[in-house]
């Protein structure tokens, strides 16, 4: 795949459904753009709606130049150059940011890991080359990656890798976490209601013009097609992230490589599983735990599936969807390929 080719797949994890019936004064101002390696797009009611899709687009943009592994004058790459060498003063943006994913590296107990990004890049899965590395490359990548030897001075606000090889590579969480800060601008210019896509990301600020939630398309994990849905979820003021292998791979002498990569192996993972989604009024926690989970796999499920802090819809490689009882009446399935789960103790 190209890609461009798989950035369209990874924009189709979510759809998200026409508000429907709403009077001239109340049509949506729809913006796009490509940033963090990803398509975003808005929709945004309001008096001064374009303005704020112009705002929201700036900061994203800014956050970019910021934030991106692959922009060289960027703090994370400053951070990376001086691997084992000396500390970089950071924004105060960057250092809450890096703050929030080494503690959800923590908990998550390394498998979500904020330094994955020796690992990361070497297969090149996001980008135009991507290859299957040599054992020995696996092997020499994960020795540098390691959360633990990322050291964050609060009083000087510095960011330093320990080791020389090391790189942070946030795209696992920065897309989710970015969503704190356009539910600011939104609410800075008033708007009414207000939908953004970012990736495997969609967040829902308030109700539809019409008072009623957004309904959101999850897709099928088993079709090509990003139109086939499997269910649909309705939403309001919170984030919804799904993780599949079906957003981002390469195909390499017929063998299937998909983007969500084991650090207790460095190869894709092998999950049971082939969908999560975190629903959560925490766009980090969403986006960082949508995968965390999928690595996670479906004998975890019991522990988070009635977690207070989020939601899940899961679904397992026979086609069971397992769904947080908070979800229950808010999430339909629409594809009779997939039956629900009865109960947890079907993960067993």
Known sequence: MTKRKWHSVAAGLLIAFGSGGCTSQQEPVNAELYVMDTQVTQQVYGT???KASEAVNQRLSELEQLLSLYVESSEISKINENAGKTPVKVDTYTFELLKKGRDFSEKSNGLFDITIA???TL???TSDHPKVPSENEIASALNHVSYQNLILDEDAQTAFLKEEGMA???GGIAKGYFCEEIESIYADYDVDSALISIGGNIYT???KPDGSPYRLGIRNPLSNSANDLMG????HDEVVATTGTYERYFVQDGVRYHHILDLKTGYPCDSDLISVTVVAKDGALADALSTTLFL???EAIASYINHPDFSVIVIDEENRVYVSPSLADRFTIENNTFTLADGIEEAA
Not at 232 to 235: D, K, R, T
């Open 296 to 298: 996670a796999g479906k």
């Open 48 to 50: 001064d709606a374009e």
């Open 123 to 125: 297969w090149g899965i």
């Open 168 to 170: 942070i590579d946030l």
């Open 205 to 207: 600020y308030h109700t």
């Open 232 to 235: 649909i979820l309705s939403s």
């Open 118 to 120: 020796p690992l990361s």
